[in-house]
T-cell receptor, first 112, second 116 residues
């Protein structure tokens, strides 16, 4: 079945440092979505990428979708303590069913 | 516009009891998805429903688990004869139309199930 791998599993950064999480799918994706989950909270939608090679920015967050539509990354510039949480990518398989396949997430800790 | 609502937020059951989890999608949304999240894990798809129809239940365990989304009322995820391994957070998400049309899924706050 479809697998979505996400690395790293954990990342500790000093406030102000940059952070990147990577997502790789075993199959070509129709689209990829990114979510953020705070401790004890629920996944909150951040963005959706659809086109090959697409890059989208939200303030300090930059999202990329690979040319082959099998990988993606989320980069946060100059992290802040409010960025703490787990970031999940979720892929929708091209031509497949309607289920999102989630990566295991990257848990980000920011040291003030 | 109220978001996705789930209740109860926390549920404690003893082994062998039944657990019923409810999900009311966002207004105007007719598609509901259930996911399970174990501690320190990602979300695992369980089932996708539209009103009165199960569209995809490929992620649902074959035994003890069932889901419905009736014409009126919330979607229900039912777990019979719960075991300790069922302890997890169960999230419901809704969308207004097919996910393949690139529509976002909006998540509810989840139900944390603890089986003693």
């Amino acid at each position: 079945g479809q697998q979505v791998m996400q690395i790293p599993q954990y990342q500790h950064v000093q406030e102000g440092e940059d952070f990147t999480t990577y997502c790789n799918s075993s199959t070509t994706l129709s689209n990829i979505q990114w979510y953020k989950q705070r401790p004890g909270g629920h996944p909150v939608f951040l963005i959706q990428l659809v086109k090959s090679g697409e890059v989208k920015k939200q303030k300090r967050l930059t999202f990329q979708f690979g040319e082959a539509k099998k990988n993606s990354s989320l980069h946060i510039t100059a992290t802040q303590t409010t960025d703490v949480g787990t970031y999940f990518c979720a892929g929708l398989k091209f031509g497949g069913s309607y289920q999102l396949t989630f990566g295991k997430g990257t848990k980000l800790s920011v040291i003030p | 516009n109220a978001g996705v609502m789930q209740n109860p937020r926390h549920l404690v059951r003893r082994r062998g009891q039944e657990a019923r989890l409810r999900c009311s999608p966002m207004k105007g949304h007719s598609h509901v998805y259930w996911y399970r999240q174990l501690p320190e894990e990602g979300l695992k798809f369980m089932v996708y429903l539209q009103k009165e129809n199960i569209i995809d239940e490929s992620g649902m365990p074959k035994e003890r688990f069932s889901a419905e989304f009736p014409k009126e009322g919330p979607s229900i995820l039912r777990i019979q004869q719960v075991v300790r391994g069922d302890s997890a957070a169960y999230f419901c998400a809704s969308s207004p139309r097919l996910a393949e049309l690139q529509e976002t899924q909006y998540f509810g706050p989840g139900t944390r199930l603890l089986v003693l």
